[in-house]
């Protein structure tokens, strides 16, 4: 069975600085793995995703994130923050089959 | 159309009432996805279709939740007699195909409150 947990429920940060948003997960088989970022009000829009291709994938908006196997990881990065990435970013888990399974979310503070 | 389209966008029911949203995939995109998102429970996979049948529908809550899909392309999801508990957003997303690779794009979703 997959499962994702996404390890702070609330990530703080200021303007310009770096961005990190752990995740591990746990998969039978070679999962695919995507994070999607959610802003307030809005549906979910994809950032980026792996599928068993490169470890580092680049994303939309500069994030980008790294497969690592022998962590189960694939924590997010971005070097610089901007006050519009504030939303509630969600990693998320497929085992080759429809079902997405979802992580609880980090909420994604940004401050001035 | 351009992206998933999900209407109402908001709805306020009673409890007990019916309530039905709608959900338009991407054109071409063979499988259809519903998930719901409540506070402390995230996303919740409710049913995938492809095609006009459900393969998986394990994630229907009750018997009060039905799905269907006409024409390959829009969907309806139905709850009938409506709880409070099923106050959430109910997000439709679709794909080309069911497989992992293939990206799953989500609708803006349809929030229900049930007063």
């Known amino acids: 069975a997959q499962s994702v947990t996404q390890l702070d429920s609330h990530v703080s940060v200021s303007e310009g600085t770096p961005v990190l948003l752990r995740c591990n997960y746990s998969?039978?088989?070679?999962?695919?793995l995507f994070w999607y970022v959610q802003h307030p009000n809005k549906g979910l829009q994809l950032l980026l995703k792996?599928?068993?291709?490169?470890?580092l994938v680049k994303g939309i908006n500069g994030f980008e994130a790294e497969f690592k196997k022998s962590e189960t990881s694939f924590h997010l990065t971005k070097p610089s923050a901007h006050m519009s990435d504030a939303a509630e970013y969600f990693c998320?888990?497929?085992?080759?089959?429809?079902?997405?399974?979802f992580g609880k979310g980090t909420l994604l503070t940004v401050n001035p | 159309g351009a992206g998933v389209s999900q209407s109402p966008s908001n709805k306020v029911t009673e409890k007990g009432k019916d309530v039905e949203l709608r959900c338009d995939p991407i054109?071409?995109?063979?499988?259809l996805y519903w998930y719901r998102q409540s506070l402390g429970q995230g996303l919740e996979f409710l049913i995938y279709?492809?095609?006009?049948?459900?393969?998986?529908k394990s994630g229907l809550p009750s018997d009060r939740f039905s799905a269907e899909r006409t024409g390959g392309s829009v969907s309806t999801l139905t709850i009938q007699r409506t709880q409070q508990e099923d106050s959430a957003v109910y997000l439709c997303?679709?794909?080309?195909?069911?497989?992992?690779?293939?990206?799953?794009?989500f609708g803006e979703g349809s929030w229900l409150t049930v007063v």
């Open positions: 997303a679709s794909s080309l195909q069911r497989s992992s690779g293939n990206t799953i794009y």
């Open positions: 998969s039978s088989y070679s999962p695919s």
């Open positions: 792996y599928t068993s291709a490169a470890t």
């Open positions: 998320v888990v497929s085992e080759g089959n429809y079902k997405l399974t």
């Open positions: 054109s071409g995109h063979t499988a």
């Open positions: 279709f492809q095609g006009n049948s459900a393969p998986d």
